[in-house]
């Protein structure tokens, strides 16, 4: 498949770097866990695609959820309310998770999403995610694994969408301000 630029921005990372930065994840994932059991859990939709290929990677026992979120506004002028949407399956008391992220910017939803994981008593909860932005970061959450760090860029494709399109592509690009 050519790599085409997505809503007319540049291609930031090809599917090639993507590949090659996924399978060195997932080997140091392996290595840091050293055969003990793992919990994937993919914040939906965005982390689809890489958590599918990460989990490819990881040469452990692990089995695979997801967790779905959405916000919502008591009125005009609240930011969002984080619910979850989705709630997982397992039961993840006394297990070694990684919650699977596709962009971390603000925090705010990954510092919910690691106090609810929390509070069902797992061993340990990490954070893996494909993009991060400490820069834009308002809240402090402790990033174990990260693909390629970013700046302030709007980005869609492996996973990331601008209102569900451009999701499917194979690459991650930027996408301009005014899209």
Same mark, same amino acid.
């Given at each position: ?13 090809? &599917?090639? =770097? $993507? ?9 140091? @994932?392996? *290595?840091?866990? %050293? ?19 990460? &989990?490819? =990677? $990881? ?9 779905? @979120?959405? *916000?919502?506004? %008591? ?105």
């Amino acid at each position: 498949m050519s790599e085409r630029q997505a809503s007319g921005g540049r291609i930031l990372f090809s &599917s090639e =770097q $993507i590949h090659h930065r996924v399978c060195e994840l997932g080997r140091q @994932i392996s *290595t840091d866990y %050293q055969g003990q059991p793992l919990v994937l859990i993919g914040v939906l939709k965005g982390s689809l695609y890489f958590l599918a290929d990460l &989990s490819r =990677q $990881i040469n452990l026992p692990l089995q695979l959820d997801f967790i779905g @979120i959405g *916000t919502y506004a %008591q009125s005009t002028h609240q930011k969002g309310i984080v619910r979850i949407t989705k709630d997982l399956d397992l039961d993840i008391t006394g297990r070694h998770v990684l919650l699977v992220e596709d962009i971390l910017r603000t925090g705010l939803t990954i510092s919910y999403l690691v106090r609810n994981i929390e509070s069902r008593q797992p061993a340990s909860v990490k954070v893996c995610t494909l993009l991060h932005n400490p820069e834009q970061q308002l809240i402090n959450v402790p990033v174990a694994y990260y693909g390629f760090m970013i700046d302030r860029q709007r980005v869609v494709g492996y996973g990331m969408d601008v209102q569900e399109e451009d999701r499917h592509l194979p690459y991650i690009a930027e996408i301009s301000r005014s899209n």
